[in-house]
């Protein structure tokens, strides 16, 4: 069974650092397009940074600059380093994988596997 599980979340000031990892598991990160979301309470989920199959990414206009998304196929895994981090940036963060075999992929209808998400938080 495809799925996906989160972690490196967690809380730092203003400007820190963090990297969150994505392990997948029952196929391979090379086949699907993968990308990190996030959703701060009441409001919707948005799209954070998308990895399509042949490396080509995309991100928000808010994290451009400051966050990068890799994937290591080997390892199978995905990540996202956050650099500069702001308070706004504060929210949960999803890992999530599109259909095998899409090669494009542009928002959360795209996305069936999902992960359970982990936090963080951004101090002033």
């Known amino acids: 069974q495809a799925q996906v599980v989160e972690s490196g979340g967690g809380s730092v000031q203003a400007g820190g650092s963090l990297r969150l990892s994505c392990a997948a598991s029952?196929?391979?990160?090379?086949?699907?397009?993968m990308g990190w979301f996030r959703q701060a309470p009441r409001k919707e989920r948005e799209k954070v940074a998308i990895?399509?199959?042949?490396?080509?990414?995309t991100y928000a206009d808010p994290v451009k600059g400051r966050f990068t998304i890799s994937r290591d196929n080997n390892k199978n895994t995905l990540y996202l380093q956050m650099n500069s981090l702001k308070p706004e940036d504060t929210s949960m963060y999803y890992c999530?994988?599109?259909?095998?075999?899409?090669?494009?992929?542009?928002?959360?209808?795209?996305?069936?596997?999902w992960g359970q998400g982990t936090q963080v938080t951004v101090s002033k």
């Open positions: 999530a994988a599109g259909n095998y075999g899409w090669k494009v992929c542009s928002g959360v209808p795209d996305f069936p596997i």
């Open positions: 029952g196929y391979s990160v090379s086949y699907r397009c």
């Open positions: 990895i399509e199959m042949d490396g080509t990414t």
